[in-house]
């Protein structure tokens, strides 16, 4: 990342003569004409050498001048770029000497910027572009500045960076030593800083304006934890031990050739505690969360483009993934309408309203989905975990949540007594009451959610002793919600019951049509004495009122043991010249 970048002469090719004289001019404004007159001369003379001179003679001399100029000047340069690559991601270094030189900057520079600190309640300094300011290590001294460079084409596109200037007698310092402890430094200045961050990702609309945001984020201050989440003890430890596991692992993960990061599918139904989870998930390892939106990505270049931006220690969220997007169905469904709207041209019109809605929709796909899960670009940045909650496990297709994706799959069902004494003790501050035994009982025969519980468990009223209130006003919406469930059970019962009824009545009716049909099948069978007959009935070559006609013919035939004999039966019998076709098809098989 060292780069040297050394002062370069700039020749003026533009008209000696005019520089000439405002040199002069300024010589005698600045009262040191002598001064001024002879620059202008030098560069008169130079514009005028470069004009007569070959231009591969004056490549030649631009090209020692540099390596002279290299020899002589004593400082070497750095350039740190906030954001590397096609800016992808937002330098750490960068983020890290921001922080490093934030202490040195407000004691230094003349020129300060300020801007709200992590915590929204401080303000927090840093240098303003091109001031300098002086870092002091080993008795060596570094300039850093900070700037902006724009392209030609615009003012706003700017890269921010800083610089390093330093004497070239601490190139070794610098590489061996300074930079490592300037990123060490800032890490830890930025980590003290830091407070958790809830991300959301931004439309992508917004993605190059002059913020050049992807995501946009508030502090996460969010209190739940795993003390405070309602879920058995058991569960609870289960959890904990998977997650501190994961943290110890970057080695293991290494060696074994995955990238550090591990899925979570959380499902169950509405209220049962999976945001919560995730809140308690963030504050127990420290991490950043991003909310991903999946409906606001456009496409799965996009989708790439969040994941990149997001960084380590950091839980990527996707709630209710089973309605984020119709992923398996979503091609499908644009086929049909591609092909109905073929079908017929007077729809164009609302072809192309449906295909400018489309374009605004999002076009993310299951694969797009998986590839962000685990594909190539998942493995950047590592320490990860990904997040998917859902009311509907069964809805998710397979290989969104098979093992390797969704590692840990969390079920985080109804209230049980366990979860119940965890928010009796958070909100009522109770670890026993009389009543426990109670809600225990009808806890065990009904089903309610932790988010009911809770809302139970809340005091309406300072007066009194309300934790009995409030543990009363349980049980009562547990007695109701037993009621209820026995009133849907037996409803649901009849329901079945008629059903069933109604099934059976179908099936003895079709039994009865089956054994009639058969009847009237057996009987014309004999009636027909063949089995040959009957093939031909069934295969619709001969009309029925004909059978009984055939069958007097195969006597005769069977009789007479003749063709030209059978022939004039044949004809008599059906009062023709000459056989029909039919009629020549039966006598060919009877033959
Ligand atoms: N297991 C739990 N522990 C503690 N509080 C809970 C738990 N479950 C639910 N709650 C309470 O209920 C509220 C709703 O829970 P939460 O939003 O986490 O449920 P959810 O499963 O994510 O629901 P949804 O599927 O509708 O998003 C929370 O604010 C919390 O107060």
């Known amino acids: 990342m060292v780069s040297r970048e050394l002062p370069r002469i700039h020749c003026e090719t533009f008209l000696p003569s005019v520089f000439s004289s405002t040199m002069a001019r300024m010589g005698n404004v600045w009262g040191t004409n002598g001064i001024g007159s002879s620059i202008a001369n030098i560069m008169f003379f130079h514009a005028m050498f470069r004009q007569y001179i070959p231009q591969r003679l004056l490549d030649l001399i631009d090209k020692y001048v540099q390596k002279w100029l290299t020899f002589v000047n004593s400082d070497i340069q750095i350039t740190i770029s906030e954001y590397t690559g096609d800016r992808f991601k937002r330098s750490e270094a960068y983020t890290a000497i921001q922080a490093y030189l934030s202490t040195n900057s407000s004691k230094q520079a003349k020129r300060l910027k300020a801007d709200v600190g992590e915590n929204s309640k401080n303000l927090v300094l840093s240098i303003d572009d091109y001031e300098e300011v002086t870092d002091e290590y080993q008795g060596a001294q570094f300039v850093w500045t900070s700037a902006e460079s724009h392209s030609n084409q615009s003012r706003t596109d700017g890269k921010r960076y800083y610089m390093l200037k330093f004497h070239k007698k601490y190139r070794g310092l610098v590489t061996d030593t300074y930079l490592s402890h ?31 945001s992807v995501w946009s984020h508030v502090v996460f201050d969010h209190p739940s934890t795993f003390q405070t989440l309602a879920l058995d003890a058991e569960k609870k430890k289960d959890i904990i031990d998977d997650l501190t596991a994961f943290t110890k692992a970057k080695g293991y993960y290494r060696k074994i050739g995955k ?30 969360i991003y909310d991903l939106e999946l409906t606001a990505v456009k496409s799965n270049t996009e989708l790439r483009k969040l994941l990149i931006e997001t960084t380590s220690k950091s839980i990527i969220v996707i709630e209710d993934i089973d309605c984020s997007l119709d992923l398996t169905g979503q091609r499908k469904k644009k086929k049909e309408t591609t092909e109905e709207l073929d079908d017929d041209e007077e729809e164009l019109n609302s072809m192309n309203a449906k295909e400018e809605k489309r374009m605004g929709e999002s076009q993310v796909t299951l694969s797009g989905l998986l590839n962000f899960i685990d594909g190539l670009w998942s493995a950047s940045g590592g320490e990860r975990l990904i997040i998917f909650t859902t009311n509907y496990k069964d809805k998710l297709d397979p290989a969104l949540i098979r093992t390797g994706r969704m590692d840990k799959h969390i079920e985080l069902s109804y209230c049980t007594f366990g979860a119940f004494t965890v928010l009796a003790e958070n909100y009522l501050n109770l670890k026993s009451h009389h009543l426990f035994e109670t809600i225990e009982q009808l806890l065990g025969e009904t089903q309610i959610t932790p988010a009911d519980v809770a809302e139970n468990l809340m005091p309406k009223t300072t007066n009194g002793n309300f934790a009995e209130v409030c543990l009363e006003d349980l ?34 009716a079709k039994l009865k049509a089956e054994k ?22 069934v295969d619709g070559l001969l009309r029925r009122n004909e059978v009984k006609k055939m069958r007097k013919l195969i006597e005769a035939f069977n009789t007479v043991q003749n063709k030209s004999l059978f022939d004039a039966e044949y004809s008599a019998l059906f009062k023709l010249s000459t056989p029909s076709s039919s009629g020549n098809l039966i006598v060919n098989l009877i033959v």
């Open 475 to 508: 049980i009562q919406s547990l007695k109701n919600k037993k009621e209820e469930a026995k009133l849907k059970a037996e409803e649901e019962a009849k329901l079945k019951a008629e059903q069933e009824v109604k099934l059976k009545a179908k099936q003895e």
């Open 259 to 288: 990238a550090w990061k591990r899925g979570y599918l959380l499902y169950g139904p509405p209220g049962t505690g999976k945001s919560t989870m995730i809140a308690a998930i963030a504050n127990f390892l420290d991490y950043d």
């Open 182 to 212: 300037v990123m060490e430094v800032g890490k830890a200045i930025g980590l003290k800083n830091n407070q958790r961050k809830l991300y959301t990702n931004n439309p992508s609309i917004d993605w190059y304006s002059y913020k050049k």
């Open 516 to 537: 009639k049909a058969k009847l009237k099948a057996e009987e014309e069978a004999k009636e027909l004495g063949r089995s040959t007959m009957d093939e031909l009935d």
